[in-house]
């Protein structure tokens, strides 16, 4: 088993529907998990940290870390033409290895 | 404040041959970290810099090589290299140590083409 694991899509959902990305992960990374967003030609950016049970808002991007199912989720309320792009999740281990999902591509329809 | 720079930005190179990519990490940021990224494989860890130090590697040939200076800019180097070894080679730096090391600001990458 790969230690982070992403449906690739496409995701497609209308402008203003929410978005749900969903992430798995192995019992070899269970410290910290991040989202990052890629837009197509560029370098990824962190959008979202999350370190414990439960659920991290920030705007219109809500982390879900739910350790016990060992999956985390990125939710994206109100989508905009402009969040389309692939969404890459991230988990580190204790020994501060950090692996990458392959990325879900997410599009946004106006 | 100026961001991870990497270069060069593009570069061709043939089988056998070798290659060194620079990366300037964020002013203040002591951590560098190489990844590849490929269509196919995403994004995959190379190894870890943290005050001149090797603190991780990934599952990668020896051929793939880093070092960090005191400065901490960081250098990659691939010899030998292959045709699969054509990839986005993307830098990436944060303040370091634990527990916010995953919380890592990307260069723009250097693309490289084997041929």
């Known amino acids: 088993q790969k230690e982070v694991e992403q449906n690739s899509g496409p995701l497609s959902v209308p402008e203003g529907a929410i978005a749900s990305l969903n992430c798995t992960y192995s019992?070899?990374?269970?410290?910290?998990f991040f989202w990052y967003r890629q837009y197509s030609g560029k370098s990824p950016e962190l959008i979202m940290s999350i370190y414990s049970n439960g659920d991290k808002e920030d705007g219109r991007f809500t982390a879900q870390l739910n350790k016990a199912s060992q999956y985390v989720s990125l939710l994206i309320r109100d989508s905009q033409p402009s969040d389309s792009a692939t969404y890459l999740c991230a988990a580190e281990t204790g020994a501060n290895n950090l692996f990458f999902g392959t990325g879900t591509r997410l599009t946004v329809i106006p | 404040k100026a961001g991870v720079t990497q270069t060069p930005r593009y570069l061709i190179k043939t089988r056998g041959q070798q290659v060194t990519l620079s990366c300037s990490p964020i002013s203040g940021h002591r951590s560098v970290s190489w990844y590849q990224q490929t269509p196919g494989q995403g994004l995959q860890f190379l190894f870890e810099?943290?005050?001149?130090?090797?603190?991780n590697k990934g599952n990668f040939p020896g051929r793939f090589s880093g070092r960090q200076f005191s400065n901490s800019r960081s250098e990659m180097n691939v010899s030998t290299l292959e045709l699969g070894d054509s990839a986005l080679y993307l830098c990436a730096s944060t303040l370091g140590p634990a527990p916010n090391t995953g919380e890592l600001f990307f260069g723009e990458g250097s693309r490289l083409t084997v041929l």
């Open positions: 019992d070899r990374v269970s410290q910290s």
């Open positions: 810099y943290f005050s001149e130090t090797q603190r």
